[in-house]
């Protein structure tokens, strides 16, 4: 499989000192947090059909950016889960050489107890703060080498068990809040896509049907012209026409229904290859290529933000899924402005 992400957090050394990502994850914490203050949009209201159509189509594309980062923040989520699951299976590992170096301590006072008790370098060996007894360099005289290194050991062992409770302590604290914003941001963008069916609802028959005409595909597929740049994207293309007519599905990545990058990521993935969950992280996955040289499995990103994108399939189509209510179809490539071309 081909990735263009980074893998996710590796395991940390048990000796060593667990990483710490203060910095990284307040600035996603920033992000989740800017997504619950995005205005949500006013009820509907009256207007002329063109003004309602124009609202909803406006409405669509606000969610669209808003699902995008939320797909993002969701993703941080994640990862942060996996760095969780990581550190405690870390932490649950040190507890073990903790407590196998206290056993051994443990064996070492019963031997000294029954040929005749407990030396007192033994008994603080085994106490709750061994660090006390070290800080003192000159009670080390009273114990062996093999003694000074156990306890050494068993120090450094607790010490790096200590760190790495209070690094899932502090991640499962940072988990909570960033999982009630993501929750709170949902809830903000399905009132948004709420607003725009009310919209469509209120609109008359012949109205509905005109604006239905005008933002719907030909869901026909188009002569492919031209090869699509390796096997990968034509396996890619391939799984994306497959699945022309599943429903838009916000904030899904299949394999029954899509949001923008979550088709063109299951598609990709369906070749073998990983993309990034957004649509801007699709943006940069792979080599910029001028419009006019798209071959099909190309990544086609609309919008200055790059809020929407859709894999080129030739003939001057590409295939996507839209918004809500809508089904993955087939458009002109020129259907929104174009802001690049990628080939991953």
């Not at 599905?249 to 979550?262: E, I, K, N, T």
Request: hydrophobic share 40%.
């Amino acid at each position: 499989m081909v990735s263009h992400r980074s893998p996710r957090h590796p395991g940390t050394a048990l000796t060593g000192r667990p990483a710490v990502r203060v910095a990284a994850l307040t600035a996603a914490a920033g992000a989740v947090a800017a997504l619950t203050t995005a205005p949500v949009g006013a009820d509907p209201g009256s207007g002329a059909p063109q003004d309602v159509a124009a609202r909803v189509d406006r409405l669509h594309a606000q969610a669209e950016r808003s699902t995008e980062k939320y797909n993002a923040a969701s993703e941080d989520v994640d990862d942060l889960r996996d760095r969780i699951a990581n550190v405690q299976d870390q932490a649950a590992r040190k507890q073990s050489v903790v407590n196998r170096l206290r056993d051994d301590l443990g064996a070492l006072a019963g031997a000294q107890y029954r040929n005749g008790g407990v030396d007192p370098s033994v008994a603080l060996l085994l106490s709750a703060a061994p660090d006390d007894f070290l800080d003192k360099a000159a009670t080390l005289d009273r114990i062996g080498a093999r003694n000074a290194d156990r306890l050494r050991q068993l120090r450094e062992a607790q010490r790096v068990l200590d760190q790495y409770r209070a690094e899932a302590g502090r991640d499962l604290t940072e988990l909570e809040r960033r999982s009630a914003a993501l929750k709170r941001h949902k809830k903000a963008v399905q009132r948004r896509l709420g607003t725009a069916q009310r919209l469509l609802d209120r609109m008359s028959p012949p109205d509905r049907a005109a604006h239905d005409r005008a933002s719907r595909g030909t869901g026909r597929a188009p002569v492919t012209t031209g090869a699509a740049s390796s096997a990968r994207a034509a396996a890619a293309v391939a799984a994306a026409r497959s699945v022309v007519g599943s429903p838009y599905g916000w904030g899904q990545a299949g394999p029954g229904a899509f949001d923008c990058s979550g088709l063109t990521q299951w598609s990709y993935a369906r070749a073998g290859v990983a993309l990034p969950r957004t649509s801007q992280g699709q943006s940069g996955a792979g080599r910029r290529v001028p419009l006019s040289q798209a071959r099909p499995g190309d990544l086609v990103i609309y919008r200055s933000d790059a809020s929407h994108v859709a894999m080129y399939v030739g003939g001057g189509q590409v295939v996507h899924s839209p918004y809500p209510g809508a089904q993955v179809r087939y458009d002109p490539v020129g259907m929104m402005p174009v802001s690049a071309v990628t080939r991953p």
